[in-house]
């Protein structure tokens, strides 16, 4: 298989999840601004906890995220340290704008999240290839 892996001590692993955020309230303020801080924001807050962003893209209300994880990671740990140190930093830059549509500080995100494991093969080939082991 030509798949890439990660390595690590005695793993060897490849994890990718789908990740999508929502603002609260479906609150459409991912305008041309706002979009470029969100992304720069979130690819810092990888950098800084040991995740990997593939590829991001957002929308007016929410935001897609490929992410590339280690093992010793959830993806509930990820989405709460996104969620929380995006917030914090949209709050202290953005509170005139954000006090428009939120009554309550430190609200940003949707309490929920979407997340769907990404495999390099499709679940029939992996299917097939541990029937065929033996």
């Given amino acids: 298989m030509g798949f890439t892996y990660h390595r690590k001590n005695r793993r060897k692993y490849s994890l990718k ?3 999508v955020l929502v603002t609260k309230y479906r609150r459409k303020l991912f305008d041309a601004n706002l979009s470029h801080t969100v992304k720069a924001i ?6 800084e906890n ?3 962003i593939i590829t991001m893209q957002t929308d007016k209300d929410h935001i897609h995220l490929l992410v590339d994880y280690d093992t010793t990671q959830t993806v509930a740990d990820i989405v709460k340290c996104i969620k929380q140190k995006s917030t914090y930093y949209f709050w202290q830059r953005y509170a ?3 006090s428009q549509h939120y009554w309550k500080k ?3 995100w949707s309490d ?3 997340a769907c494991s990404v495999g390099e ?4 080939t992996i299917q097939h290839y541990i029937e065929s082991q033996g």
């Fill in 121 to 124: 093969a499709s679940s029939s």
């Fill in 112 to 114: 929920g999240y979407f």
């Fill in 106 to 108: 430190r609200v940003f």
């Fill in 42 to 47: 979130v690819k810092k807050i990888a950098t």
């Fill in 17 to 19: 999840v789908h990740i």
């Fill in 96 to 98: 005139v704008l954000l």
């Fill in 50 to 52: 040991d995740f990997s």
